[in-house]
């Protein structure tokens, strides 16, 4: 199953991928007993064993014995010199004490009036009870202690509970979904990215989505090298992931590198519409759709800044027996000054404003994006490049590496098996058909004569921090 899917099972590297309520793990009656197992393993017995009692005295319903109850705890757990004596204020000790020490009285006053009226009733059955509804001995005795203890354990235990061995091996036996009852995916995490993924009817780019586009190409975790050469590579995510209707897809990441070729360069040749057309056998139309200038100053702290967006429609030949596929994307392209990094967020859009498949054509679905960085060849290090500033590399062996990442949908009937097979090709050829174009671009001087768009979103967006 795929990684969102909240229907598999939970593996143990899930706990480090959600961000887990302690709240939500006492509500839960088997993850509390979990949570109190742990204690009691790691030298916090008597915390847990007061936790479990007072969940005990809660449910009790019959006033008499849920005071007996209460001066078993007292007597196990708050008085000083207690079998398992709690830390804690004394202040809350004492109230505690006087509290208990009260209803005492007040049951032993009642019992002894009820012992001389006993003759005025005739149900024995009845005898004591309404005398201990009579005693306030109500619930919340011990939530001060409760709290203070559980503030404790929070502080000084919980931490190590969700890293030990002990709660990974209990959510092993839950579908994913009860990660999600407990806690919610953590910032920047694959499923985290993926819940925001669900709806493809926003026309822009967002913070959000350049956020995922860095996410998936700095993580070295998710990624199985399938074919590599001295200036490619190709790999396949190791998990498979459902967006939308689109279930058990693999993302591709290739990249080449180009010696001796500037990020300037190599951006105008690749991003040329008549180029795209001429080096990619299958793509046949590249139609603007429509501009979006940006909506606002870039805030990074807001996930849903709106930058400038160029919408596309692509429009695919595929050969028999496959029928031919096309694409209504969103495209905008920012500097990321953290890492020195070009993004071009490619994804799909669909709305009531998006053009209709041609007849004959299947709406494919895609998300990813195109990357450039400019290394330094002898070193490996990145060469920082900020768009309109002039980058010194006189005597410098350097290269521009190109990226592409992408989860690509293309509906229909196509095996996935195909597809992956297909994009594994396509990066081994690729170094050679961008070197061709690069070669002949270079007699035009690096022009791009129709970039859709694409660049002219960098010009507006500018530099961000991510």
């Known amino acids: 199953m795929s990684l969102n899917n909240k229907q598999r099972l939970c593996t143990e590297r899930d706990a480090d991928s959600f961000d887990i309520h302690f709240e939500a793990i006492l509500d839960h009656d088997e993850a509390f007993n979990c949570f109190t197992n742990f204690l009691q393993q790691s030298y916090n017995n008597e915390s847990a064993l007061f936790l479990i009692q007072i969940n005990e005295y809660r449910k009790i319903k019959y006033e008499k014995t849920r005071l007996q109850k209460a001066n078993e705890i007292v007597t196990l757990f708050i008085k000083e010199g207690a079998e398992n004596q709690l830390n804690l204020k004394a202040s809350i000790r004492k109230g505690i004490e006087t509290t208990i020490e009260t209803w005492n009285r007040s049951a032993v006053t009642n019992n002894n009036d009820d012992k001389s009226e006993n003759s005025l009733s005739t149900d024995d059955s009845n005898n004591g009870i309404s005398n201990y509804r009579n005693v306030n001995n109500d619930k919340s005795l011990f939530d001060e202690a409760e709290n203070s203890i559980l503030l404790s354990l929070k502080g000084n235990q919980f931490c190590n509970f969700l890293k030990h061995e002990h709660f990974k091996q209990f959510i092993v036996k839950y579908p994913l979904q009860f990660l999600y009852e407990i806690g919610s995916p953590k910032e920047n995490s694959d499923l985290s990215f993926i819940e925001s993924f669900n709806n493809f009817g926003n026309e822009y780019v967002t913070l959000l989505d350049f956020k995922f586009l860095k996410h998936k190409l700095m993580d070295d975790k998710d990624w199985t090298l399938v074919d590599h050469s001295r200036n490619h590579k190709c790999h396949i995510s190791t998990n498979t992931f459902d967006f939308c209707d689109s279930t058990g897809v693999h993302f591709i990441k290739s990249e080449a590198t180009f010696p001796n070729y500037t990020i300037q ?161 396509r990066a081994k050829s690729f170094y050679k058909i961008g070197i061709k174009f690069l070669k002949q671009n270079e007699k035009n001087g690096f022009i791009c004569k129709d970039d859709v768009n694409a660049i002219k979103t960098l010009e507006e967006n500018g530099a961000v921090e991510l």
């Open 265 to 425: 360069q190599v951006m105008n040749t690749l991003c040329d519409r008549e180029n795209r057309i001429a080096y990619d056998p299958n793509l046949k139309e590249i139609l603007k759709v429509n501009y979006l200038p940006a909506t606002k100053q870039h805030n990074n702290s807001s996930q849903h800044t709106q930058f400038a967006t160029s919408i596309t429609h692509e429009i695919y030949n595929l050969t028999w027996p496959f029928t031919d596929r096309d694409f209504v994307g969103r495209t905008s392209t920012i500097y990321d000054k953290t890492d020195n990094i070009y993004l071009m967020a490619k994804l799909s859009v669909e709305n009531e404003n998006t053009p209709k498949p041609r007849k004959g054509t299947i709406r494919a679905l895609s998300l990813g994006g195109w990357a450039f960085q400019l290394i330094d060849l002898d070193t490996q290090q990145i060469i920082p490049s900020p768009p309109g500033e002039k980058v010194e590399l006189d005597g410098r062996k350097f290269a521009t590496r190109f990226y592409q990442i992408f989860f690509i949908d293309f509906k229909g009937k196509i095996p996935k098996a195909v597809v992956n097979k297909l994009w594994q090709i």
